[in-house]
């Protein structure tokens, strides 16, 4: 902040408003290259703080100079999906990857369970072997998300297909405690080995959050779920939210929409 707002830095506390907030807010988006708005934000959320840890902790009177609708909208909005072969050089790229470093984080099977279950990648790392549990009389393996470790703190429950949960199970070692994870890897190490996989199979733009949203339009696109049963699965609290991670692939909605299509010769 001091090598872009010197002079900025020269008025006092007192006095500091929120039309200087609002210059500094236009400085940072004119700069070359323009500023984020998520770190514009945070910038801007630093100097709210300090003027309520001042009032609250030294006895200050200070007029906090960050008013509602300082703070830029953020949009983190993404619709990146696996394309056309992309998911065949992903997972080939991790079997290299587990292959070459010996790695222990079983990164492909992580990357199919993502993409079928649409959980985030905390949540994946979270995961017990408490929270798998197979229904002796369906003989269908269930997925429980705790909700201590869901983002929404709220917890859910549903089923996993019957050849990945086969493959889920065989993980467990016989003197594998109930809390032990599943997949014996933290959220960093996950994603590492997901970059660095990612990197091989040289897929630009691709995070591991990529995969939630390409496994939410599949929960449309391949089961034909409602809106609100997909909400069972993926933990989005409002139908809004869902809709920011559903990105239908054009051709599905062709197919369903036969009526745009011109008469046949």
């Given at each position: 902040?001091?090598?872009q707002?010197?002079?900025?830095?020269?008025i006092?506390?007192?006095?500091?408003?929120?039309s200087?907030?609002a210059e500094?807010?236009?400085?940072l988006?004119?700069?070359?290259?323009p500023?984020?708005?998520?770190?514009?934000k945070?910038?801007v959320?630093?100097?709210?703080?300090?003027?309520n840890l001042?009032?609250a902790?030294l006895?200050?009177?200070?007029?906090?100079?960050v008013?509602?609708?300082?703070?830029?909208k953020?949009?983190?909005?993404?619709d990146r999906?696996?394309?056309?072969n992309e998911e065949?050089k992903?997972?080939?790229?991790?079997a290299?990857?587990e292959?070459?470093t010996r790695?222990?984080t079983p990164?492909g099977?992580?990357v199919?369970?993502?993409l079928?279950?649409?959980?985030r990648?905390?949540?994946i790392?979270?995961?017990r072997?408490?929270d798998?549990?197979k229904?002796p009389?369906?003989?269908?393996?269930f997925?429980t998300?705790?909700?201590?470790f869901?983002k929404?703190n709220?917890?859910?429950k549903?089923?996993l297909?019957?050849?990945?949960?086969?493959e889920?199970?065989?993980?467990?070692?016989e003197?594998?405690e109930?809390?032990?994870?599943?997949?014996?890897s933290?959220?960093?190490q996950i994603?590492?080995?997901?970059?660095?996989s990612?990197a091989r199979a040289k897929?630009e733009?691709l995070?591991?959050h990529d995969?939630?949203h390409?496994?939410?339009?599949r929960?449309f696109e391949?089961?034909?779920?409602?809106?609100?049963?997909?909400?069972l699965?993926?933990g989005?609290r409002?139908?809004?939210m869902l809709?920011r991670?559903?990105?239908?692939?054009a051709?599905?909605l062709?197919?369903?929409?036969?009526?745009?299509?011109?008469?046949?010769s």
């Amino acid at each position: 902040m001091q090598a872009q707002h010197p002079d900025l830095l020269n008025i006092p506390a007192d006095s500091f408003c929120t039309s200087h907030i609002a210059e500094m807010v236009t400085r940072l988006r004119k700069a070359n290259p323009p500023v984020a708005a998520a770190t514009i934000k945070q910038n801007v959320g630093f100097i709210r703080t300090a003027y309520n840890l001042a009032n609250a902790r030294l006895g200050f009177n200070l007029d906090n100079p960050v008013k509602p609708g300082c703070l830029p909208k953020v949009n983190n909005a993404r619709d990146r999906r696996l394309f056309p072969n992309e998911e065949e050089k992903l997972l080939e790229a991790c079997a290299k990857y587990e292959t070459d470093t010996r790695c222990t984080t079983p990164i492909g099977l992580i990357v199919r369970f993502a993409l079928e279950t649409a959980m985030r990648q905390a949540e994946i790392a979270q995961l017990r072997w408490q929270d798998i549990y197979k229904d002796p009389q369906l003989g269908v393996t269930f997925v429980t998300v705790d909700r201590k470790f869901s983002k929404n703190n709220d917890a859910r429950k549903f089923p996993l297909s019957y050849n990945l949960a086969q493959e889920i199970t065989s993980l467990r070692s016989e003197n594998a405690e109930a809390s032990s994870r599943v997949f014996g890897s933290n959220a960093p190490q996950i994603r590492q080995a997901f970059e660095r996989s990612a990197a091989r199979a040289k897929l630009e733009g691709l995070r591991f959050h990529d995969l939630r949203h390409e496994a939410t339009s599949r929960l449309f696109e391949r089961h034909h779920l409602e809106p609100h049963e997909a909400q069972l699965i993926t933990g989005h609290r409002t139908i809004a939210m869902l809709n920011r991670y559903t990105h239908l692939n054009a051709q599905h909605l062709l197919g369903k929409m036969r009526n745009v299509l011109p008469p046949a010769s």
